[in-house]
């Protein structure tokens, strides 16, 4: 796997170079992914048209019931951080629209909050906010969320209460990197973006992704809704544990954030997209937005970490809020991209992936 640093949505990680996988019968891999605290597991790898190699292996969740939830390609896995794509996506096509700019300033649309907000911030623009520029505070840590207030209301209103809280916090950075990653940050965004175009993100997304793209998704947990969907896990007392689809989590003022899940077959017509885009656009978006989307910023565009190895471009980012776990990576120049799906992200968990991507991408001739 490459350097380029892997964003998660509440931890920054660097990645561990891994030996290759060879093939294993599928008896085999569960047995090894259960050693290594991952229940389920999907991988595809992908060029702009067609799927090189796809597969899913594993149960649902643990259990005495485990073999009777058998892994299905249609399974929904948490997103985490790699939501922020798509909801930056959302907004390259609000720019195509002609309804905001990248250069928009937050307080052009809601000067009605610049007096009590801290003025570190009157001059951030949706771009600062998406490429996590803004140096909003981050809450990528459930801590920071401990003495909110309770904020009442949709989802919208509490996220509209929300952000003006934490305008007025004061602002934060990262030492040594370029960036200081945010997850209301993209609350914030949104708020714009829901401003401009008078729908809420969750109309936005429906509009956009569902009806446009045509691609199945739901909001929170694969779980929530279906028990009979993957299930997220975690460690309690060094033991792994299924994680309840109702269980009281604080994502629901930074969904645009983190808190999407999809089929790994619907997200990776949505990576495909972007790979496509890159050379060709689309019938929405151009060749040049979608640059602009992966690769506008240095170490971190729009929704994607970045850097140049060898003169080509690579994007990448890593999803998870502490229970699935999302890893997609695109390469500029083998024009191919790897994405990971788990229903667990423990250290175990991901050092595994690590060696598992890191064979993929020696086996698909990834720049390295």
């Known amino acids: 796997m490459s350097e380029i640093s892997k964003l998660k949505i509440f931890i920054l990680l660097s990645i561990t170079p891994c030996l290759a996988f060879g093939q294993k019968s599928v008896i085999q891999m569960n047995d090894e992914l259960m050693a290594n605290q991952i229940p389920e597991f999907a991988y595809a790898v992908v060029d702009s048209t067609s799927v090189l190699e796809e597969n899913i292996y594993g149960y649902h969740h643990i259990g005495k019931e485990m073999k009777a939830n058998s892994a299905d390609i249609a399974d929904y896995f948490h997103l985490g951080s790699n939501t922020k794509a798509i909801t930056s996506y959302i907004a390259a096509y609000l720019v195509n629209s002609r309804l905001i700019t990248w250069d928009t300033r937050f307080f052009e649309l809601f000067p009605e909050l610049k007096q009590k907000s801290n003025s570190a911030y009157y001059q951030i623009t949706l771009a600062d906010l998406l490429s996590h520029r803004a140096h909003i505070q981050r809450f990528t840590d459930g801590s920071e969320f401990a003495k909110l207030p309770v904020f009442k209301g949709n989802n919208q209103q509490r996220r509209q209460a929300f952000s003006q809280v934490v305008l007025q916090r004061k602002p934060a950075f990262d030492k040594g990197v370029s960036y200081t990653y945010s997850n209301a940050g993209y609350t914030l965004a949104v708020q714009m973006l829901e401003k401009v175009s008078g729908k809420s993100w969750e ?129 500029e120049k083998s024009k191919k991209a790897i994405i990971v799906m788990a229903n667990s992200s423990t250290e175990k968990a991901e050092k595994f992936i690590d060696a598992f991507v890191d064979g993929l991408e020696t086996k698909y001739s990834f720049n390295r």
Not at 246 to 257: F, H, S
Not at 279 to 291: E, F, N, P, R
Request: glycine residues 10%.
């Open 203 to 331: 109309e936005l997304i429906d509009e956009v992704v569902g009806k446009k793209l045509k691609l199945h998704y739901a909001f929170g947990w694969p779980n929530l809704k279906n028990p009979n969907e993957p299930w997220g896990h975690w460690m309690i007392n060094g033991k792994l544990q299924v994680v309840p689809g109702n269980t009281k989590y604080t994502l629901n003022l930074i969904e645009p954030a983190g808190d999407i899940s999809m089929p790994l077959n619907d997200y990776l017509k949505f990576v495909q997209l972007n790979l496509k885009g890159l050379s060709h656009g689309d019938i929405i978006l151009d060749a040049k937005t979608y640059q602009y989307l992966l690769f506008g910023r240095s170490d971190y565009a729009m929704g994607w970490a970045n850097e140049k190895i060898n003169g080509y471009n690579i994007a990448n980012h890593a999803g998870s809020a502490g229970t699935f776990y999302c890893y997609t990576i695109i390469d």
